[in-house]
Structures are given as C-alpha cells and as structure tokens.
C-alpha cells in the first residue's frame, strides 16, 4: 500500500509550537508534495516553555513567530489557537473554538496527538481534537461558520521519544526528513533548551525517533501513526 494525498485537506492539531515538527511534519511535508492543502493548528502558546539559562522575553510571541517561519517552510497555514501552555482542557468553550477553525479549514484528515503521551497539554489536544472531528460536521453545534459535510478521518501520531505508543502504520518519510529539520531549526528558543534536565536534546531526539521508526518499516526515516478506530472516523485510503 502507497498512500497518495492528492486532493486531501491535512489538518495537524498539535498542542505546542514545535510538536508537529517532532512527531508529523514529514507526512504533512509528502502530502504538501501531493498536492494536499496543509494547516497546523497549534493550541498552546509555547509560553512557559522557558530555558534554564538567559530569559527569553515575550516567550509567546516568540514562538508564535517561530511557528510562522516554520509554517511557510513547509508552506502550510498557521492556525493559532492561543491557550496558555497548561491551560488547555477539554471544555465546552474550547470545543467550540475549535470546531469552528475545522470549518474554517475543512480537514478532510485531523492529525493529532496520542491520547496517552506524556505532556497534559498533549492529551487535552488530543481530546479536543477528537471532540472536534465530530462535532464539526453536527448541525446542532452551531458556530459562525456552516456544518462540514461530513467528519474528518483521525490520526493519532506517535508519542515522543515512542513512550508506549503501538504503530500500526508507518510513512515513509526519508525524501521529507530535511524539510522536517528544517523546520525544527526554527524553532531557536527551543533548541536552546537541550541540556535542560526538564527537556531534551530536541534535534537529536527527533533524528532518532525518525531513524528508529524508519528502521521498524524498513526505509531511511519514517512516522508511525495509528488511526482512530471509530465510527465514521475511519475512511479507506
């Protein structure tokens, strides 16, 4: 099997600034190369992802730039949600939020964070955007923009560093690695947090996961995902 995203509409829901580079910008990237409309929705603001050595001051707005330049690398739209880092929850109002910027965009595929990975923000994305994936195509929740036609499929990515996370399938993503790369160099403020002991050596974590999974799928670089096995939220491909 050989997916081709011709046609798609991609939309990655990943709750900090630098996530879907970490765990799916190579799938984003070969479905930028098919042809595919490509969004990242980004529903924290990276604000309290401080370094342990210089402040970084206006550390939101920072990384609401660098998540831009990281955007137009792979030439994607930039969907910013806005929730301070450990404020998101899966509510009401946050639904709604985010139903309408679905609407907005039309995902015809939702990628979005493993229920079970290690940061609170990371789950609550992926909470809302499962909610979302139904909700949007409800014509009882009403929002500015009119109900999509029907839901989205849903992806769930891997976890970092592969905490617990079972594939049950992989993307080949060994011509998108550099594309990956570079738009992980954007993100400055982060990468300066790689001696942190709260963090990680990011580069270096994203290099081996990738290797690692390609290694598991027998190609250079990969990214594993597992779909969400619900109803109408499935789709053959």
């Known amino acids: 099997m050989r997916l081709n995203f011709a046609g798609e509409r991609v939309l990655a ?33 990276g604000d309290k992802g401080l370094p342990s050595g210089a402040p ?17 690398v792979l030439g994607a739209e930039l969907l910013w949600f ?13 639904r709604r939020q985010l139903v309408e910027l679905y609407r907005q965009f039309t995902p015809t595929l ?4 493993a229920p079970d990975d290690y940061h609170a923000d990371h789950r ?28 989205p499929a849903v992806w769930f990515a ?10 049950q399938f992989y ?15 954007c993100h400055h403020s982060q990468l300066l947090r790689g001696k942190d002991k709260d963090l990680a050596p990011l580069m ?6 990738c290797q690692a999974r390609g290694a598991q799928a027998d190609v250079a670089a990969a990214e594993a995902f597992r779909p969400h096995q619900a109803f109408r939220r499935l789709r053959a491909w």
């Open 124 to 151: 609550a994305a992926s909470a809302l955007a499962e909610a979302a994936s139904w909700f949007c195509a409800s014509r009882g929740h009403v929002t500015e923009s009119p109900p999509m036609a029907g839901p």
């Open 56 to 72: 970084v001051g206006n550390l939101g707005e920072v990384r609401h730039r660098e998540a831009g330049d990281a955007a137009k």
């Open 13 to 45: 829901v990943m709750a900090h600034p630098d996530d879907a580079e970490l765990l799916c910008a190579g799938t984003l990237a070969r479905a930028k190369q098919d042809g595919a409309a490509i969004a990242v929705c980004v529903m924290c603001t």
């Open 171 to 185: 993307v080949d993503i060994s011509d998108q690695a550099e594309v990956k790369r570079r738009m992980l160099e």
């Open 110 to 113: 939702v990628v979005a964070h």
């Open 158 to 167: 891997d976890t970092i560093n592969m905490q617990g996370f079972s594939a």
């Open 82 to 94: 806005g929730c301070p880092d450990g404020d998101l929850v899966d509510a009401p109002a946050a």
């Open 204 to 209: 270096d974590l994203m290099v081996r996961q």
